[in-house]
């Protein structure tokens, strides 16, 4: 066997093993998907809640890149705050952990062939032949097939010793503290490389049980590799916010500070390892890969203690090093900034970013139809109306095209995240949160044209006096506390007594539209203007129209 031979077939175990990885966490996402989504809402609460989110999420998902470019979206959108994300970024570097504790345990200590091929195969059957056991499936079969890559792995890797004369190399295997930080380089290369510490650690693991590294080595290894996991979040706040490049600040400094005082003290850190593992940590034998999960345990759970503390201190340390910049002045166009392929690997964690925007979008509705709202009230009292109206139709004109771009950009968001692999119910609320959307962007063109309704009759002196505005009043405040009610509940199901009160909103609205459209008939039969009291009739037919949106989004997130 060649050189190269062997590059491609350890180069097939490994991608085996990532393909693995992949699958087995697409099949958890689908199947914890909702539970991983309320997990999510305790990221709000302290900074130990926010470790225990973190460690949770991350050993679901077998991912901390996925989960820290995730928070860095989040803060981005304002649904954390740089200091709660702080939490959640030091728990998933614990969790990211689970994955060298599964492979040390379950790879090396059983024979994992006759575990991996079974699971393949009913990993696979169960995926393609009934829906409700898909996720399972996709679980079995990611199992199977990470192991059945770590066997060929290792097996390459053990026989590299025929290929490579690694007494040639024995000088640097001898140099002690330098080694180490050289491999701790190594480390950050390849995950640099992987795009996942996890599997770098697994690389790890084998190569020091195969003897091609040296314990040490293979701890120095493991810390570098901490550092290089912190691309994909650097990599995510790149034209994004100054809170999002914050965010990714603080897992680059965690992760580096960490790193920088574990290595000059790798030898006690060592000793504390072998403390809490049995076993001796030589290559051939099992318990140097639990010794190295031990260690990447250890490290990252000492680095959240050192720094938990301080975590306010720390959000301020990020702030002066990153200060605010320009960009964060409301944009006259809206964008949504995120990564197509962290999109496809998690979606299920990205659905809240969407009903965040959503939310946003629902606050944009209300706060057009409020502006309307107070220019007609304020009509009668005002002398020059038609610089009022003028001004109106402008403002809201230039809200809706925001709107516009809102719908077109968080659509994209959702259909990104509809290529990845999700759960039915999550396939249905990402139908649900298109379908509002969409209704959102409607309202804001009923408001504009009710604004360019108004204008039009303050030009021809077409409007009505001061008993209509009256009457209207009521009905105006009817649909703001419609509007209200829709802003507070997006992002969660409605409750029964929520959707009962939306009911009757809705129930109300459509009463008094009624009672105006009378009382605008018959001001017109008492010979009142015939075209004021039609564009009141009008008016209130719009109006209305918003009542029916609401009512329309309310089923929406009932169902």
């Given at each position: 066997?060649?050189?190269?031979?062997?590059?491609?077939?350890?180069?097939?175990?490994?991608?085996?093993?990532?393909?693995?990885?992949?699958?087995?966490?697409?099949?958890?996402?689908?199947?914890?998907?909702?539970?991983?989504?309320?997990?999510?809402?305790?990221?709000?609460?302290?900074?130990?809640?926010?470790?225990?989110?973190?460690?949770?999420?991350?050993?679901?998902?077998?991912?901390?890149?996925?989960?820290?470019?995730?928070?860095?979206?989040?803060?981005?959108?304002?649904?954390?705050?740089?200091?709660?994300?702080?939490?959640?970024?030091?728990?998933?570097?614990?969790?990211?952990?689970?994955?060298?504790?599964?492979?040390?345990?379950?790879?090396?200590?059983?024979?994992?062939?006759?575990?991996?091929?079974?699971?393949?195969?009913?990993?696979?059957?169960?995926?393609?032949?009934?829906?409700?056991?898909?996720?399972?499936?996709?679980?079995?079969?990611?199992?199977?097939?990470?192991?059945?890559?770590?066997?060929?792995?290792?097996?390459?890797?053990?026989?590299?010793?025929?290929?490579?004369?690694?007494?040639?190399?024995?000088?640097?295997?001898?140099?002690?503290?330098?080694?180490?930080?050289?491999?701790?380089?190594?480390?950050?290369?390849?995950?640099?490389?992987?795009?996942?510490?996890?599997?770098?650690?697994?690389?790890?693991?084998?190569?020091?049980?195969?003897?091609?590294?040296?314990?040490?080595?293979?701890?120095?290894?493991?810390?570098?590799?901490?550092?290089?996991?912190?691309?994909?979040?650097?990599?995510?706040?790149?034209?994004?916010?100054?809170?999002?490049?914050?965010?990714?600040?603080?897992?680059?400094?965690?992760?580096?500070?960490?790193?920088?005082?574990?290595?000059?003290?790798?030898?006690?850190?060592?000793?504390?390892?072998?403390?809490?593992?049995?076993?001796?940590?030589?290559?051939?034998?099992?318990?140097?890969?639990?010794?190295?999960?031990?260690?990447?345990?250890?490290?990252?759970?000492?680095?959240?203690?050192?720094?938990?503390?301080?975590?306010?201190?720390?959000?301020?340390?990020?702030?002066?090093?990153?200060?605010?910049?320009?960009?964060?002045?409301?944009?006259?166009?809206?964008?949504?900034?995120?990564?197509?392929?962290?999109?496809?690997?998690?979606?299920?964690?990205?659905?809240?970013?969407?009903?965040?925007?959503?939310?946003?979008?629902?606050?944009?509705?209300?706060?057009?139809?409020?502006?309307?709202?107070?220019?007609?009230?304020?009509?009668?009292?005002?002398?020059?109306?038609?610089?009022?109206?003028?001004?109106l139709g402008a403002e809201l004109k230039l809200k809706e095209e925001y709107a516009d771009d809102m719908r077109e950009h968080i659509?994209?968001?959702?259909?990104?995240?509809?290529?990845?692999?999700?759960?039915?119910?999550?396939?249905?609320?990402?139908?649900?949160?298109?379908?509002?959307?969409?209704?959102?962007?409607?309202?804001?063109?009923?408001?504009?044209?009710?604004?360019?309704?108004?204008?039009?009759?303050?030009?021809?002196?077409?409007?009505?006096?001061?008993?209509?505005?009256?009457?209207?009043?009521?009905?105006?405040?009817?649909?703001?506390?419609?509007?209200?009610?829709?802003?507070?509940?997006?992002?969660?199901?409605?409750?029964?007594?929520?959707?009962?009160?939306?009911?009757?909103?809705?129930?109300?609205?459509?009463?008094?539209?009624?009672?105006?459209?009378?009382?605008?008939?018959?001001?017109?039969?008492?010979?009142?203007?015939?075209?004021?009291?039609?564009?009141?009739?009008?008016?209130?037919?719009?109006?209305?129209?918003?009542?029916?949106?609401?009512?329309?989004?309310?089923?929406?997130?009932?169902?």
């Open positions: 066997m060649n050189v190269f031979t062997l590059l491609f077939r350890m180069i097939g175990g490994l991608c085996l093993f990532l393909l693995g990885l992949k699958v087995m966490g697409d099949g958890i996402q689908q199947s914890a998907g909702d539970r991983l989504r309320k997990t999510l809402n305790f990221m709000t609460g302290n900074r130990f809640v926010g470790v225990l989110t973190g460690f949770v999420v991350t050993g679901i998902i077998q991912s901390s890149s996925a989960v820290t470019v995730m928070v860095v979206s989040f803060v981005n959108a304002g649904l954390l705050t740089l200091t709660q994300s702080i939490g959640v970024i030091m728990g998933a570097n614990i969790g990211t952990t689970v994955t060298a504790w599964v492979v040390s345990l379950v790879g090396f200590k059983l024979s994992i062939t006759n575990l991996a091929l079974p699971a393949v195969g009913i990993g696979f059957i169960l995926s393609i032949i009934k829906w409700k056991y898909k996720s399972l499936g996709e679980l079995l079969l990611g199992f199977g097939l990470l192991f059945l890559g770590l066997h060929y792995l290792t097996q390459e890797m053990s026989s590299i010793n025929k290929v490579i004369d690694f007494n040639a190399i024995g000088a640097f295997r001898d140099m002690g503290f330098t080694a180490v930080l050289i491999c701790a380089g190594a480390g950050l290369l390849m995950t640099l490389l992987v795009h996942s510490s996890s599997a770098s650690t697994a690389i790890v693991i084998t190569m020091a049980y195969s003897d091609i590294i040296t314990y040490e080595m293979a701890a120095g290894m493991v810390l570098g590799a901490n550092i290089g996991t912190t691309i994909d979040a650097a990599l995510a706040a790149i034209g994004a916010r100054t809170a999002a490049k914050r965010a990714a600040l603080v897992h680059v400094l965690f992760n580096v500070l960490g790193t920088v005082w574990a290595l000059p003290l790798i030898k006690p850190l060592l000793a504390l390892v072998s403390f809490l593992t049995p076993g001796n940590p030589v290559a051939g034998d099992a318990s140097i890969t639990t010794h190295l999960a031990m260690l990447h345990t250890v490290f990252n759970s000492i680095n959240t203690i050192i720094f938990l503390p301080f975590v306010k201190l720390y959000a301020a340390l990020v702030s002066r090093i990153i200060k605010e910049g320009k960009t964060d002045a409301v944009p006259e166009n809206y964008r949504l900034v995120y990564a197509a392929d962290s999109l496809r690997n998690t979606p299920e964690l990205h659905i809240p970013r969407a009903e965040k925007e959503i939310q946003d979008m629902a606050g944009l509705v209300s706060s057009m139809f409020a502006r309307f709202s107070g220019v007609l009230q304020s009509l009668l009292e005002n002398k020059d109306r038609q610089a009022v109206v003028d001004n659509g994209a968001f959702l259909m990104e995240c509809a290529k990845g692999q999700l759960n039915p119910r999550s396939e249905h609320r990402i139908s649900q949160l298109l379908s509002i959307i969409s209704d959102l962007e409607d309202m804001t063109d009923d408001c504009c044209s009710m604004s360019f309704l108004l204008e039009r009759s303050v030009k021809k002196d077409h409007f009505f006096r001061e008993k209509e505005m009256d009457a209207l009043a009521p009905y105006i405040k009817q649909v703001e506390d419609f509007l209200n009610l829709i802003q507070d509940n997006l992002g969660r199901g409605l409750s029964a007594e929520t959707l009962k009160n939306a009911r009757k909103l809705e129930e109300a609205i459509n009463k008094n539209r009624d009672k105006l459209r009378k009382l605008g008939r018959k001001q017109i039969e008492a010979g009142e203007d015939v075209k004021a009291m039609l564009l009141f009739i009008d008016l209130v037919r719009r109006i209305e129209k918003l009542g029916d949106y609401c009512s329309d989004i309310t089923e929406t997130l009932a169902g």
